[in-house]
């Protein structure tokens, strides 16, 4: 070594000292506290885990320099004042399924460094307007299924830099002016899964930056032109679920709209001019509508789709002139005809336009009249008074009706003829009898939530002809009639969640041609039969989580071939329900989180492995797969949950090249060669993929991605041998191996050791 090089290292050594107390400057007054008994505390990646401790508040003695805190699973049920003062250098909170009723304004004032916070999956009711202070830098917030009924104005005021907002899954009935305030930079925004029918005009006043508004499954019947015209930066809006029935004519008012979805709704008539104040649609899904004929739309020069799938088009003279403009302006029609008989089942874009035609003048005229009696809809007369029960609350211009939490022991009487939403929640009905709704056709939204149902009437909702969303949760329903649902030939949306069933009703749903999603979570059935969904050929979404399942018939499903989303989460299911869903071509979720599935044999989803995109088994206590466990899903595969398991090892995910999200934290996988398809798979894939080595116990906790041990492996190349530059070390190598070992035994041996037998043979034939 040079002399240069010396002082250069004597230098650099003696400098660490000042570097040290340099950042302890830097960061003042830290230190790091014991990690409390029911938390798993990483005090090099900065981490705290205290996942279903059932703690009830927020461990006071968490160290000072914590970066990232999991506190799922716990029954937090209230965050006061300043409950997170001691941690001021968090970066990730996770809250979820803490049964949290309330935040305290100024709960999270000290944590100006969190950029993630998840609320998920609690009872929060209100947002208070100081519920978020002091979140500074905040991009992401997560407050899905809880109760939100309310939020106060301000509540955002302080999350200048959030650029995700999520509300899904609560109970949003209306947003107020300005509710938003405060969202600078804000990118999306959900809103998915509410109640929501009323906006005001400013409601969404201030999202300059907004590129994504998620308004599906809510029960807007009116396109909320004037309040969505606050939104100058918009790209995509999802608008699907929604009763709406009509677009007029300049309903779309955004100036950079590229996406609109409304598909699933109840579309009859869309006006060829909706779209004339929205040229940059590129994208427009009215799929799953009812409508029988569209007119060449004009405005949205950009458009390359347009989806009308699941309407009844009838492919006659009136669809040539869509036809012909499509073919012009290189629109790419999605659908089929469902008439007439020659053409039902046809492609849209593969017809020929001097197909399309009227069979004489006489039938020619019919139709032009039917088409000019569709397009005119006779005007809505405005009542001059509205009729309203007593101690319920009557909206003229919404046609809401409310009589929530009045103590009601008998249904009302006496709304107006045109309501559309009756809110009945929190009343003491006990029984429903038969014919309680009489002259409300037009009511789409019925809430019936925590009355103390236990019994509804044959013909309880008879006449209600209309209704699309009914909610009965959180009652003593048992059991239901064959004809309970009797006069209800549009509901779509059936909540039955968190009530007394232990077996499935299921004769209660053939009178219901056009159900799509059926809630049963949280009740305690314990069996699926065959025939369960008689009936129910339409629906789309199955929701079961949260039951005593312990059983599912072989072909229990096959009444719903259409069947796209299944939750069986949390239930007692020992094995994956292949046969059952034999038949489920279309399935694209199948959730199985929770349920103790300790093996996954062959084929395990080979029957709707072609659908499927998100797949979730987590925290099932799953200890082994099979080889052939994951056979037949390829890249249409986007969602794969497996943590919280007992896996050791893994299938092959080769063929899973379409993975978006993938999660194998919390399972105890042995690091060696068995392990390396897995290994090199992930350093292959663009994902973010949590995988921990359980064993060896020298790298347990180790990120598989970064452990070495498999250079060792056969076929591997082991890691090269870095010969040292000094002279030094290079006398010291080539040094004779006999003579090294024989040193090392002479000192051995003068310590008192007995030599190996090895140097012993060396000794012997030296002499």
């Known amino acids: 070594m040079t002399v240069a090089k010396m002082r250069s290292r004597a230098v650099t050594v003696s400098a660490w000292p000042c570097v040290a107390l340099l950042l302890s400057f830097a960061i003042p007054h830290l230190h790091t506290s014991p990690c409390p008994k029911a938390c798993v505390c990483d005090n090099i990646q900065l981490t705290v885990a205290c996942i279903g401790k059932n703690l009830t508040e927020v461990p006071p003695t968490i160290s000072e320099i914590t970066v990232k805190m999991d506190l799922r699973g716990n029954n937090i049920q209230e965050l006061p004042t300043g409950a997170f003062q001691h941690t001021p250098y968090l970066t990730h909170l996770s809250l979820q399924r803490c049964d949290m009723r309330k ?90 899964y509410n109640s929501l029918n009323n906006f005001e005009i400013e409601a969404f006043a201030g999202l300059f930056t907004l590129t994504r508004l998620s308004l599906d499954h809510n029960e807007l019947q009116f396109f909320p032109t004037e309040a969505l015209t606050r939104l100058p930066a918009l790209i995509r ?102 008439g007439p008989a020659h053409l039902s089942g046809e492609s849209l874009d593969g017809l020929h336009p001097p197909e399309l035609r009227c069979q004489s003048q006489e039938a020619m005229l019919k139709a032009e009249l039917e088409e000019l009696s569709r397009a005119m809809p006779p005007p809505t007369p405005q009542p001059s008074e509205v009729k309203c029960p007593a101690n319920c609350h009557c909206e003229a211009e919404t046609y809401h009706s409310s009589c ?12 107006s003829p045109d309501t559309r939403l009756l809110d009945l929640r929190g009343n003491h009905f006990h029984y429903i009898p038969s014919n309680s709704f009489p002259k409300v056709p037009k009511v789409v939204s019925l809430h019936l939530q925590r009355c103390k149902i236990h019994e509804l009437e044959a013909g309880a909702f008879s006449g209600m002809k209309g209704l699309v969303y009914l909610y009965l949760s959180e009652n003593n329903l048992s059991s239901l009639s064959s004809d309970a649902f009797k006069g209800l030939p549009e509901l779509t949306y059936l909540h039955l ?61 096959d009444p719903a071939p259409f069947l796209k989303v299944l939750h069986l989460g949390a239930n007692h299911l020992t094995e994956v329900p292949t046969y059952a869903l034999s038949n489920a071509p279309s399935l694209t979720e199948l959730r199985l989180s929770g349920n103790p599935i300790y093996w996954i044999g062959p084929q395990a989803f080979s029957p709707f492995a072609r659908s499927l995109k998100h797949l979730f088994l987590d925290n099932m206590k799953l200890e082994k797969m099979s080889k052939d466990s994951l056979a037949g899903l390829g890249p249409g595969l986007l969602s794969l949950l497996l943590e919280g398991n007992q896996l050791e090892e893994l299938p092959s995910l080769h063929a899973l090249t379409g993975l ?35 064993h060896p116990p020298e790298l347990k906790g180790r990120k598989v991605k970064d452990v070495h041990v498999f250079k060792a492996c056969p ?14 070390a290079q006398k010291v190598t080539k040094a004779k191996p006999a003579r090294l070992n024989t040193n090392r035994g002479k000192l051995k041996h003068q310590r008192g050791q007995k030599p190996p037998a090895t140097l012993k043979k060396s000794k012997e034939k030296s002499m």
């Open 404 to 415: 929530e939490n009045q103590g009601h022991t008998k249904i009302p009487r006496g709304f």
């Open 237 to 338: 809006l999802e608008l699907s679920y929604n009763p709406m029935t009509y677009l007029g004519e300049e309903t779309v008012v955004m100036p950079k709209l590229t996406h609109l979805f409304l598909d699933n709704m109840s579309l009859q008539d869309f006006s060829n001019m909706a779209l004339v104040l929205a040229p940059q649609v590129t994208h427009l899904d009215l799929s799953h509508n009812q409508l029988r004929n569209l007119q060449p739309l004009i405005g949205p020069e950009k458009l390359v789709r347009l989806t009308l799938a699941g309407n009844p088009l009838y492919c006659s003279c009136y669809l040539r002139p869509l036809r012909e403009w499509a073919y012009r302006s290189h629109v790419r029609l999605v659908g089929t005809c469902a």
């Open 715 to 728: 076929g591997e190349k082991p890691p090269p041998v870095r010969t040292p530059k000094n002279t030094w």
């Open 497 to 557: 969640e968190r009530n007394k069933f232990t077996t499935f009703p299921k004769d209660a749903f053939r009178l219901l041609p056009n159900l799509l999603a059926l809630h049963l979570e949280h009740n305690s059935i314990a069996r699926l039969e065959q025939g369960v969904l008689t009936g129910a050929q339409k629906l789309r979404g199955l929701y079961l989580t949260g039951n005593s399942i312990n059983t599912v018939a072989s072909k229990a499903f």
């Open 660 to 694: 978006e999200v993938i999660n194998l934290a919390e399972n105890p996988f042995v690091c060696d060669c068995p392990l390396l398809p897995l290994r090199k798979w992930i350093e292959k894939v663009n994902l973010k993929v949590r995988a921990s080595c359980g």
């Open 103 to 192: 935040v305290r304004e100024g709960a999270f004032r000290s944590l100006g460094r969190l950029v993630f916070l998840n609320l998920a999956h609690n009872n929060i009711e209100i947002l208070y307007q100081e519920s978020f202070d002091g979140l500074s830098s905040l991009k992401q917030l997560l407050v899905d299924h809880n109760r939100i009924e309310e939020i106060q104005p301000g509540a955002f005021s302080q999350l200048g830099f959030l650029n995700l907002l999520s509300l899904t899954y609560n109970q949003l009935v209306y947003l107020p002016n300005m509710v938003f305030q405060g969202l600078q930079n804000i990118k999306w925004l959900r809103l998915s």
